[in-house]
T-cell receptor
């Protein structure tokens, strides 16, 4: 399968702690995207990182990409209860098609 | 900007019945996607349109699923006849990305989906 795989499947932390999620994939990509999905809602785009980029930041989010290891990580700093959601990576191999993994479920306890 | 609109929000049908879902993408977005998301899994692409043409429908079960995007704007996804394993959330997404175009690094914008239960 070409899809990305997130690790861990589930993560539970206390408010204020950092959360790190990882995504691995198998073939070369154009870009990699991270999305958040709250229960019963659609996916919301967080960050897109291109294959020639190594790190991107957006507020409390930091994404890294290591194309030699075919992996990416999403770091959420100083987590809040509102960050509780499922997080998905999506890989774009071309033709504008994004392939999703099965996600990491993050629970932030107040 | 207005987001991606989907309807209905929920649908319950019996197996072998038919059902249709509707999607209105973000204005100006050339590319539209339908994804199927089974509980506990990530979204799986069913079909991708660019304007009113099909780019990829390799994962669409064509014996029972059909989709169209008239005039390159709204889209409908139909299932006929439905099976129990079709129970899932059907997500529509749109993007400014164009196949082979300079905007291929544009993200996807999702609607809230239609939750289908087949009994």
């Amino acid at each position: 399968s070409q899809q990305g795989e997130e690790d861990p499947q589930a993560l539970s932390i206390q408010e204020g702690e950092n959360a790190t999620m990882n995504c691995s994939y198998k073939t070369s990509i154009n870009n990699l995207q991270w999305y958040r999905q709250n229960s019963g809602r659609g996916l919301v785009h967080l960050i897109l990182i291109r294959s020639n980029e190594r790190e991107k930041h957006s507020g409390r989010l930091r994404v890294t990409l290591d194309t030699s290891k075919k992996s990416s990580s999403l770091l959420i700093t100083a987590s809040r209860a509102a960050d509780t959601a499922s997080y998905f990576c999506a890989t774009d191999f071309g033709a504008g098609k994004s392939t999703f993994g099965d996600g990491t479920t993050l629970t932030v306890k107040p | 900007e207005a987001g991606v609109a989907q309807s209905p929000r929920y649908k319950i049908i019996e197996k072998r019945q038919s059902v249709a879902f509707w999607c209105n993408p973000i204005s100006g977005h050339a590319t539209l996607y339908w994804y199927q998301q089974i509980l506990g899994q990530g979204p799986k692409l069913l079909i991708q349109f660019q304007n009113n043409g099909v780019v990829d429908d390799s994962q669409l079960p064509k014996d029972r699923f059909s989709a169209e995007r008239l005039k390159g704007v709204d889209s409908t996804l139909k299932i006929q006849p439905a099976k129990l394993e079709d129970s899932a959330v059907y997500l529509c997404a749109s993007s400014a990305r164009l196949t082979g175009g300079s905007s291929y690094n544009s993200p996807l914008h999702f609607g809230n989906g239609t939750r289908l239960t087949v009994t």
